[in-house]
């Protein structure tokens, strides 16, 4: 520490950063913080690059995450800049994956407006739900594109008790379309999965519509949070 820098004692840097004495030992036994001076009585000595430390970690904490931060900080004390930054470019590549899975919820939603997901009820005599060439020909696909989605656990379809042909309920419908939606939009499988998971687990597409808005809303906030973590951190390795 320059001898021309301020120097801070424990109870200092916790006032000038509201956290209490104990955190911030903590922070600099985490690696959060460089590694403190001594003094002769073995004090901790901190300074303004301490608090520097401590600021640009709270401002990394809401779009990162307590975890990748504290990574963050500590590759960064460590020397290990390219680390840091890797840590940072990971969380951004993630971040799109959501809003990939996001475009492609909306997607099947749009898919789905304007039309009734539910299949026609059966004829009279016919057992309830739909066959495979049925629901292939609702849906505009052959029926091996069904069978390809239903072994990729996209579709699952119940089965007729006695002969086992695959019967398709209405929520099997509607599955299949939104999969064909997706697909045309060149989604992959497993960028389909999540979708359909959220929307059975919403229950209707209304449902899922109001979660794709208010998960889009979060993901916005949190790349402003980012882009403002990140901001501080550029700062701090300067």
Do not use: C, K
Not at 144 to 170: F, I, K, M, Q
Not at 190 to 214: F, M, T, W, Y
């Amino acid at each position: 520490m320059s001898d021309r820098e301020r120097r801070l004692r424990t109870v200092d840097l916790a006032r000038a950063v509201g956290l209490s004495t104990q955190q911030v030992r903590n922070y600099e036994g985490a690696g959060v913080l460089p590694p403190a001076g001594r003094t002769d009585a073995g004090y901790r000595v901190f300074g303004e690059r301490h608090r520097d430390a401590l600021l640009t970690y709270r401002a990394l904490q809401p779009g990162y995450g307590a975890v990748t931060a504290t990574r963050v900080m500590r590759a960064a004390h460590d020397g290990d800049v390219a680390g840091a930054l890797a840590l940072v470019d990971a969380a951004h590549a993630e971040l799109h994956e959501e809003r990939v899975s996001l475009r492609a919820a909306g997607e099947a939603l749009e898919a789905l407006a304007g039309r009734d997901a539910d299949a026609p009820p059966p004829r009279s005599g016919e057992p309830s739900g739909l066959r495979i060439g049925e629901v292939a020909a609702l849906v505009g696909v052959r029926t091996s594109a069904l069978r390809v989605w239903e072994d990729a656990g996209l579709l699952v379809p119940g089965r007729e008790r006695g002969t086992g042909y695959r019967v398709y309920g209405p929520a099997d419908v509607r599955d299949a379309r939104v999969v064909r939606a997706l697909r045309r939009s060149h989604h992959l499988l497993e960028q389909i999965r999540p979708v359909l998971e959220d929307l059975r687990r919403a229950g209707s597409s209304e449902a899922l519509r109001a979660a794709v808005e208010a998960r889009g809303r979060a993901l916005t906030a949190r790349t402003r949070s980012m882009l403002a973590g990140a901001g501080a951190l550029h700062a701090y390795l300067e």
